[in-house]
């Protein structure tokens, strides 16, 4: 059978895009578009009233070349794990499952430790932590040495941790129409993060606090940091960079969609926000959410102005084009779950004397909502006395 | 008979020892959960179900179109704060927040936002309130906040943020540290520390005596304020 050019053309047409479609799995225009491993959430809540008119009054950042998409691991939490902890922190005392953490907890020491990420938390004279100190707090420099000798001796801080500044438990007076006189310095708080190719990682995950406390000394300590693993893919403006490459949203498309999203934290009521800075970082989450992944985000900061004032905000976005944008999360529609018409009124309060008799009530089990669970949530009952 | 007499009294004396639980504190939710992540939903029940674990009596617990501003509104001003917000010891709300209030996605009985001049607590039961919000508590209102809403009545104190904040599950861990013992202030700081990130401003306004307060049976609780007692701001930018 003689088989002419055009055919000899079709075929090898043919040939050239099934290795593509095999060879460079889920591209489209070059960008991977396989998002299934893209797992890392940001907190996005839909705002009341806040789509404002943006301003950008900030310069826009470069775009680096890549910036990579890194897998995250945390250890597989058990009471016998948080007693190692506690032996190597000289606490003793037995270790309860309080349904999202172990707790241990002295008259003087209380440890938990978060089963989704293992999250720390040590905190020495609990009952009366962030009160009032007899003793003045030293100067930063001070509070600096004792959070850093603390650190080390307990190994808080993983591989690369650096200080990155000192936070203070201010007090301050209130007068008949506002602040009065200066704050004071009631407890100090010494920060210590860490970056990932140069960016810093945003969220309350990637935070180690040392707690200082009464004349400087140590009161105990936070700790939110998952290990950070191998580099599983690259994210660029410019496709075919590793085997994924997701794509990466340019600053003017992230002002852009910012403003057609509005802002997302617990904000209400601004009719205007200027946003005075814009930069790319990582982002790792709260101790008690699971994460496997972390990826490249915007970070947009500013004021919002509104009928009450000159409010601060930072807004978060992904920066990856996948994933940019999007609306929060939906959930069921849950409006109308409770019918208050046909349940009881409670009965109208009334002082009581609570000291009298709370103390003989006993601990009951905790049950607790599945975290960021994709179910049905449940109705809300309404308990008549 | 006369022989059962005795083991029958101290029985009955036991039974009764055994099933009285005392008049237990109340504590009260609202939330909003409305268009977002449901974690609000998961830091309002997870909050009421640490507290139930705790001893306590749920005086309401209301979400989105079930939450109205009435409940959080004094009844000098129309709302009927009587038999909820101000009814309870304790009062948590979780949802959106700017200087002069707090916002509700259900404006069915009033309207959305229950505001500083809204608000009168503490002149019949609460004690605690808490707005896991934006910016409640930022310069602006302060001293309407401490005076007019709380001081003035008898609340205790108020905690919420200075500038915006996140949506977290709050509630779990602020109710678990006050049900462990920490003090009301110091519960709200250090969920504060561990849930939000850097940059975030938390707030909680007191007097110096009632800014000591334990929830009820796990600590001190100083007596009521007094109407003209000085208010204090903490405030802790993580």
């Known amino acids: ?20 479609a095999v060879i460079i799995p889920h591209q489209d225009s ?83 430790v978060e089963t989704a990420s293992g999250a720390e938390t040590l905190v020495l004279d609990y009952k009366n932590a962030y009160g009032a100190p007899v003793k003045e707090l030293p100067n930063e420099v001070v509070l600096k040495r004792n959070a850093d000798a603390y650190a080390n001796q307990n190994n808080l801080l993983a591989k690369g941790y650096r200080y990155s500044g000192m936070s203070y438990l201010t007090r301050q007076l209130i007068g008949e129409n506002g602040l009065q006189g200066q704050a004071e310095n009631m407890m100090g708080i010494a920060k210590y993060s860490r970056s990932l190719e140069g960016l810093p990682v945003e969220g309350a995950g990637s935070s180690i ?25 690259v994210a660029s403006t410019v496709p075919g960079k590793a085997d994924r490459t997701y794509e990466l949203l340019n600053p003017e498309e992230a002002f852009k969609l910012l403003q057609e999203r509005g802002l997302t934290t617990e904000i209400a009521d601004v009719e205007e926000a200027v946003v005075t800075g ?108 | 008979m006369i022989v059962l007499r005795r083991p029958l009294l101290v029985s009955c004396i036991l039974i009764v020892c055994l099933m009285w639980t005392g008049d237990a504190a109340e504590y009260g939710v609202s939330y909003d959960s409305t268009g977002g992540l449901g974690i609000n939903y998961n830091s309002a029940t997870d909050f009421a179900s640490r507290m139930d674990s705790c001893g306590w009596y749920r005086q309401f617990l209301w979400g989105n179109n079930a939450a109205f501003e009435k409940d959080w509104k004094d009844v000098t001003k129309g709302g009927w704060d009587d038999r909820y917000a101000d009814a309870a010891d304790l009062a948590f709300f979780e949802g959106h927040g700017s200087p002069s209030g707090i916002y509700f996605p259900n404006d069915c009985c009033d309207d959305s936002k229950c505001s ?47 500038t915006t ?23 709200w700081f250090q969920q504060h520390i561990e849930k939000q990130p850097s940059g975030v401003t938390a707030r909680v306004i007191a007097t110096q005596a009632t800014a000591g307060d334990h929830i009820w049976g796990k600590g001190s609780v100083a007596s009521d304020p007094n109407p003209g007692d000085t208010w204090w701001v903490w405030t802790l930018t993580k």
């Open chain 1, 1 to 20: 059978m003689k088989i002419n050019n055009f055919t000899y053309l079709l075929v090898s047409l043919a040939m050239v895009i099934g290795a593509y």
């Open chain 1, 30 to 112: 070059g960008f991977c578009t396989d998002d299934s491993i893209l797992t890392m959430k940001l907190p996005q809540k839909e705002g009341f009233g806040t789509t404002p008119n943006f301003v950008l009054e900030a310069r826009l950042p470069e775009v680096p070349d890549t910036l990579g998409i890194y897998a995250l691991s945390s250890p597989a939490v058990t009471r016998g794990y948080v007693q190692e902890i506690a032996s190597a922190r000289g606490t003793k005392g037995e270790v309860q499952d309080q349904g999202s953490t172990y707790v241990l907890s002295t008259d003087r020491e209380f440890l938990s």
């Open chain 1, 209 to 233: 606090n040392v707690l200082l406390g009464e004349g400087g000394q140590v009161q105990g300590y936070t700790k939110v940091s998952r290990n950070v693993g191998e580099r599983i893919a």
């Open chain 1, 278 to 385: 814009v930069r790319f970082a990582y982002y790792e989450t709260v101790g008690d959410e699971k994460q496997e992944v972390t990826e490249p985000i915007y970070v947009f900061s500013g004021y919002a102005l509104g009928p009450d004032e000159r409010v601060e905000f930072q807004e978060y976005m992904y920066a990856l084009s996948a994933k940019a944008g999007s609306a929060p999360h939906q959930q069921p529609d849950r409006s109308r779950a409770v019918d208050r018409n046909k349940v009881s009124e409670p009965e109208k309060g009334t002082k009581d004397a609570e000291s009298r008799t709370i103390s003989v009530v006993p601990l009951k089990e905790v049950v607790l909502t599945p975290r960021l669970g994709t179910g049905p949530l449940k109705e809300v009952a309404f308990s008549p006395r």
């Open chain 2, 116 to 162: 500083k001049d809204d608000a009168r607590w503490g002149d019949l039961d609460m004690e605690w309130v808490a707005a896991h919000s934006c910016s409640v508590l930022a310069d602006a209102n302060l001293a309407a906040w401490a005076y007019t809403v709380c001081g003035n009545n008898g609340a205790h104190m108020m905690c919420s943020h200075k």
């Open chain 2, 165 to 187: 904040c996140y949506a977290r599950n709050a509630g779990d861990r602020w109710a678990q540290l006050m049900c462990s013992g920490w003090s009301v202030k110091g519960a």
